[in-house]
């Protein structure tokens, strides 16, 4: 076999491989080259077990799996990769972490790798790696995987949920632009709703779109689950105006919110039920690949997140990080694996293969070539700047990743707007569960 360089294959002869876009042969001959170079040897005899989230976009997965059957040829690792949805991959991650056995990496929501910080490997040479050579990482991408100076994990991603819309219905509704603040935000749902073609964000325990949009109204009226010392203080004047926002904003919905989970929009969305959402691009990539769809595509736009009354950008955009147990017998071929996704050759393939559902967290990609693709894809290169960690104002750690996986904030919000509770007994039980936390 002809023997690769990392070094030749650059200089030599492909390029695909100066503009990341690798594909078949070349896919192979770059990870052979890269395995050579690489700081990390898989050991001999290499099996990693790898969970991640269910893909929305299927070019995505196309991508990814190209990429680990790459690194599996270039590294002789045997790779068994399987999907879990967003609402099944912390908790089977928990069962790996207490019987230390049935996974090597898990790749998920949030702050995932906070939720083991002691059963993890821990990533700084992968993150010194990656972070030197391609411009650093975003602030909040960094907080979400890291522990004092340890890296728990690696920020792979960010799937930057916006504003998904049917200009159509906004222009029937007299608004010409998409709201900027809270108050344009509620007027536009009403009018969308007047006009039968009606809003709707998750109520129910949607792991990715429920938290994301009700924190972003929390955060957005100055309300947080804690302070900067981790001290409770969800039961507040800012909570109470946050609750009755939203509330406002629910009763222009269209019925059955409170029972979605992360798909329900996009369902909701294609069957032309739904005119305004929060998500990620799938909705419209699903749009672009049905050709029975073509008028729903070139009607849907999408826009930043309308600003509250603290006067700045508060989105929880969703990180999607992935972490090591340290009980893997095979700790040099996963921290390999995880370099090798985010090498600039994988990278802005898979970036353009998730066609904007997927957000750089690494700076030197945002000229990625998917974000001037299509105009509409745009915005979601924003998402990995423009978030606030899971936490908000709080710590990054294992009890602000248990709060999100725990749905404190969606639950609060729910059991107000169904009336469930009032705004005193929703704060009150929600209180009551975080302090049970922050102990």
Known sequence: ???????????????????????????????????????????????????????????????????????????????????????????????????????????????????????????????????????????????????????????VATNGGYMTYRKSALDKAGFKEFPKDFPGFLEMCKALKANNTPAGFALGHASGDGNSWLHWVLWGHGAYTVDQNDKVIINSPETAKALEYCKALYETFIPGTPSWNDSSNNKAYLAGELYCTANGISIYVGAKTDPSKKELTEDTYHALWPVGPIGKPTELQLALPILAFNFTKYPNAAKAFIAFMLEKENYEKWLSGAQGYLTQTLNAYETAPVWTADPKNAVFAQASKRTLPASGIGTVGEKAATAIADFIVVDMFANYCTGTKDVKGSMAEAERQLKRIYR
């Open 1 to 155: 076999m002809q023997d690769f360089t990392r070094r030749a294959l650059l200089q030599g002869g492909t390029a695909l491989a100066a503009t990341g876009a690798l594909t078949g042969p070349a896919l192979f001959d770059f990870a052979r080259a890269w395995a050579a170079d690489s700081p990390w040897k898989a050991e001999s005899g290499a099996k990693l077990t790898v969970m991640r989230w269910k893909r929305f976009v299927p070019q995505e997965d196309e991508a990814f799996n190209a990429m680990v059957a790459a690194f599996k040829t270039a590294t002789g690792t045997e790779m068994n990769v399987f999907s879990e949805s967003f609402e099944d991959v912390q908790p089977k991650a928990s069962v790996a972490a207490n019987t230390g056995s049935g996974l090597d990496l898990a790749w998920g929501l949030h702050t995932l790798p906070q939720l083991f910080p002691t059963k993890v490997l821990k990533m700084n040479d992968v993150a010194d790696y990656l972070g030197k050579k391609y411009g650093g990482w975003t602030d909040a991408a960094a907080k979400t995987c890291k522990l004092g100076d340890d890296w728990l994990g690696i920020p």
